[in-house]
């Protein structure tokens, strides 16, 4: 029989722990301090586990035996990002709980080459002056876009913070029921027009608005006519709203600015690509508005930022706005915006080479090649407790752009009448790529649209660790 303080002398010392050689290790990778610590903790729980009397004398030798790799186990998980990649396999393409937009590979060897190195970031080459941030982006997106100028931001909201107060603070801006936005991340437009100093004045009701209700609130107070783009809800039935046309006749005729928030950034016709019609920057431009705003990394498929484009003479104030320096963008986003931007030079480029495009103009038969691929990698890992096949499904654009959009998919679909749905669904969760994927009536899906080749061999991977785990407890 062994006493407790038997036990207890049996824990090694932590100076001695420390010499080790496996912890000499560790020394390279993190400091003596955090290693010490993370040795004290777990001598500290064999502690505890000889106080709670759970210990055998064969288990807590067994347990001393790995105190050094339970340390370096400690270590590593401090030291290790909390942010990870994952395997986005819900088939919600700007997915804004995994990162919206995804940034193509060869941006991010540009990102690379800018942000490891000294450039030109405010710096004239030409005449060896001082330069602005802006202009390496500002002719581009005249370019695309058809716009005066350009400015950018840190996000969308942001930008209709900047719009409003360089143009409407302290006054009135006239804004359709219809339209009192929110989205999701407490953006909601009232609250937004009062941050900015601008008294929102609604008009029309929440179904139908007319020019006249425009028309009829327009004061000596009036700074602004704003149209905001529904972007993440529909109001369908007995509705009518104010075209963008009509709204920048009124505002011309009565001298007042119109302004839009676009919210998505669409910079090309989605219907030529089999996806409902979203409005672009470029129509908005056509219709003559004074500016609109939109978001970097919603369908533009760039980096998060918000980007204000219209008449010079409005831009020119919110470049010399106070705001504008708090909400400035750095060198990265405005590598990746600059370089995502310039695919757009060639529409063929930027719907093969931007992610987000690519996989919203996925063709039907290269997602069930895709499928196909994945269960034959499935299979091979022999997992027969799980029962899977191919099935059609819909994926969604996400990142609250065009929520009645359903584009038909392709699944990979897991059922199982020995196991548990939700913990596979779990337990892909914990894995060392985490696997994202969705229930629906008890069946596990996989989405192709946002799951890419290179990622079939972890999928397959994921599974055949997430049923070992399950089978195990
Ligand atoms: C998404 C969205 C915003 C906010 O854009 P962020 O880039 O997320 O800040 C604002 N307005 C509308 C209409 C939107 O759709």
């Keep these: 029989m062994n006493n407790i303080t038997n036990l207890y002398s049996r824990l090694p010392k932590i100076d001695q722990i420390l010499l080790s050689e496996k912890i000499e290790e560790l020394f390279k990778i993190s400091s003596r301090e955090m290693v010490t610590e993370a040795a004290r903790e777990v001598i500290a729980e064999l502690r505890e586990s000889i106080s709670n009397k759970n210990l055998t004398l064969e288990d807590l030798d067994y347990r001393i035996s790995r105190v050094t790799d339970d340390i370096e186990q400690k270590v590593k998980i401090a030291i290790k990002p909390r942010l990870r990649r994952v395997i986005n396999g819900t088939g919600v393409v700007i997915h804004t709980n995994l990162g919206r937009s995804l940034i193509n590979r060869e941006t991010m060897e540009y990102i690379t080459e800018i942000a490891s190195n000294y450039n030109n970031l405010e710096f004239d080459l030409e005449n060896g002056s001082r330069g602005s941030r802006y202009s390496h982006l500002e002719d581009t997106i005249r370019k695309i876009t058809g716009a005066e100028a350009a400015l950018v931001v840190n996000n969308n909201a942001a930008a209709v913070v900047l719009v409003l107060s360089s143009l409407a603070k302290g006054k009135e801006v006239i804004v359709s029921r219809g339209e009192l936005v929110e989205i999701g991340g407490s953006f909601r437009i009232p609250e937004v027009m009062e ?227 939700t913990s596979l669904e779990k337990n892909l969760r914990s894995y060392n790529t985490p696997i994202i994927t969705r229930i629906f009536k008890d069946r596990l899906y996989i989405d192709l649209r946002t799951v890419d080749e290179y990622e079939f061999n972890e999928v397959a991977e994921g599974l055949k660790f997430a049923l070992e785990n399950i089978l195990k407890e």
């Design 195 to 421: 941050q900015s100093g601008a008294a929102l004045i609604d008009v029309g009701t929440t179904n139908k608005t007319h020019l006249v209700d425009y028309e009829n609130s327009i004061g000596d107070n009036t700074a602004v006519l704003m149209k905001v783009h529904t972007s993440n809800y529909r109001i369908l039935g007995f509705t009518e709203s104010v075209s963008l046309e009509e709204l920048v006749g009124l505002g011309q005729k009565c001298g007042i600015p119109v302004i839009e928030d676009l919210g998505s950034g669409v910079l090309l016709d989605l219907s030529k690509y089999g996806l409902q019609h979203e409005p672009t920057v470029q129509e908005s431009i056509k219709a003559g508005v004074d500016i609109v705003t939109f978001s970097g990394d919603k369908l533009l498929g760039g980096p998060q930022a918000g980007i204000i484009i219209g008449k010079k003479k409005y831009i020119d104030l919110m470049k010399k706005h106070p705001l504008n320096r708090a909400l400035r963008v750095d060198k990265f986003t405005i590598t990746a915006l600059e370089s995502t931007l310039k695919m757009y030079l060639s529409e063929e480029i930027a719907v093969k080479k931007i992610p987000t495009l690519r996989m919203l103009t996925m063709t039907q038969e290269e997602l069930t090649s895709k499928a196909e691929k994945l269960l034959l990698e499935i299979d091979q890992k022999n997992l027969d407790k799980l029962k899977i096949k191919i099935t059609d499904d819909f994926s969604q654009v996400g990142g609250g752009s065009m929520p009645l959009e359903q584009i038909p998919t392709k699944c990979i679909m897991i059922h199982s009448d020995e196991i548990s749905i």
